[in-house]
């Protein structure tokens, strides 16, 4: 056992970032390729994994320390069904977007599903999963 103290930890110096989880968030927005499918909302669920520091959080117990998933929660619930998509790709990708707005969020993973695919044979859900990192 290391006789270093607790505190001494550095999450960035372990190689595996640290994580905060948004899972199964469901909105109704238009996206798709189809005229029925932009005449009328359709369920999506979206799990999103927001990569940053969070080792000044773990010590200072400070929502200012790391990413406020409730105003991220807000804003995607906000911005998303104010929005028309085609591709599941594109609805990700502003996801992700929003997500890289906050300045604590380095890099972002987000998954999206479509729970009711238009499709002729029996599909639980369609989805894409996407990562994009902060540019500069």
């Known amino acids: 056992m290391s006789s270093e103290p607790l505190g001494a930890y550095d999450s960035a110096d372990s190689g595996t970032p640290d994580i ?24 999506f669920r979206f799990d999103l994994d927001l990569h ?9 117990d400070d929502l200012t320390d790391t990413v406020n998933y409730g105003a991220l929660i807000d ?26 707005s906050f300045p604590s969020v380095d890099t972002v993973t987000v998954r999206v599903r479509k729970l009711r695919p238009p499709v002729a044979s029996i599909v639980a859900t369609t989805g894409v999963r996407i990562h994009r990192t902060r540019n500069g």
């Open 52 to 60: 940053l520091d969070l080792s000044a959080a773990g010590q200072s």
């Open 75 to 100: 804003l995607l619930a906000i911005t998303l069904p104010a929005e028309r998509f085609q591709l599941l790709e594109r609805l990700a990708a502003r996801a992700a977007e929003l997500a890289l």
């Open 20 to 43: 905060v989880e948004v899972r199964g968030l469901e909105l109704l927005l238009y996206c798709g390729v189809l005229e029925e499918e932009q005449a009328r909302r359709q369920p």
